[in-house]
């Protein structure tokens, strides 16, 4: 079994609450930006409810650009499902997110800052179940990160979780379209770094990442990559020769046989059009078959903790990501 994975979800789901739309902090309704499903939800709510041998608490950790209210709703409100299920107390909810400050109470509405999407926890917040650390528009990675440390850890610490679920948001990268926050891609191997240690410290390591916002495609893939390759790599030691591998390569006599020539032979001037097993096999595909139609070449695929996943040429990551599955994750 694997001790953290990373699921490339599409569309996010931080947004959505019990009932789809959440209320923001007057009370009106907003939309679910993009969102159907609160994958990280489900995730705690099956763990508590599945692994209750194992998992007796889970904490959300959430840095995407956005905050993730429909996550809060659901984990945390007084009527929210995980409430009436007893298991509030079972779960923590850490986001440091981008906000728009609070006018000031003599400011007319007309001329108040518009709220960054969804306009709720614009003023930092602290109870047993929920901590929210908004920032202001050009923070960036240090101003980030040391939130991160002196809210965020303490708070994981003492809640001491059997598992951590992170909604990993990369649209607060500095060239995301939102350009709210100027995180870098060293932002988000610093923050997986962090909570990978307070996974081995408290949970033996027990991590599942899930992607959420990103809306510019190459920053997405960087930073997206930068967190896996963390995820997969961090602390794990090298590959290297055993004593007694050193010791016999180094002491191996040199061969000294040599090869009769062989006779030249000549080039064979027939070709043989690849069977159907052939061309999907190893992905050659006539251009003839293409062009009358009767084929197409197989559709690329990403490879996951989880499984193998379609890819398509609209699909919102590129086709670049493949290279996901082959990753190391840790055992």
Known sequence: THRNAFCCVRPPGHHAGAKGSTADDDGNLVGQGFCLINHVAVGARYALKNHDGAVRKVAVVDWDLHHGNGTEQILCADDGPVARERLRDSVLFCSVHGATPLPPSSEQDGDATPALFPGTAR??????????????????????????????????????????????GFDGHKDDLFKF??????TFKVLTEIV?????????????????GGYTIP??????????????????????????????????????????????????????????????????????????????????????????????????????????????FRQ
Do not use: W
Not at 181 to 186: E, M, N, R, S
Not at 204 to 211: A, E, F, K, N, P
Not at 271 to 285: D, H, L, M
Not at 296 to 301: F, K, L, V, Y
């Open 123 to 168: 003023t930092p917040e602290s109870d047993p179940n929920a901590v929210n650390v908004p920032l202001p528009a050009g923070a960036g990675h240090a101003e980030f990160v040391d939130k991160f440390q002196r809210l965020v850890v303490p708070a994981v610490r003492d809640f001491n979780p059997d598992l951590i679920l992170i909604s990993a």
């Open 219 to 328: 920053t997405l893939v960087r930073a997206c990559t930068q967190h896996v390759h963390t995820l997969a790599t961090y602390k794990q030691p090298l590959p290297t020769l055993n004593a007694k591998s050193r010791g016999a390569a180094t002491t191996r006599e040199p061969q000294t046989t040599t090869r009769e020539p062989q006779p030249t032979r000549e080039p064979r001037t027939t070709t043989r059009e690849p069977s159907r097993s052939q061309i999907f096999s190893k992905g050659a595909v006539p251009t003839r078959l293409l062009d009358a139609g009767k084929t197409r070449p197989p559709s690329p695929t990403l490879l996951s903790a989880g499984g193998c996943l379609p890819l398509s040429p609209t699909s919102l990551l590129p086709t670049a990501l493949p290279s996901f599955g082959q990753l190391p």
């Open 181 to 186: 926050l100027k995180l870098t891609d060293k």
């Open 196 to 212: 990978m240690d307070l996974a081995d410290d408290l949970c033996d390591g027990r991590v599942v990442s899930v992607l959420e």
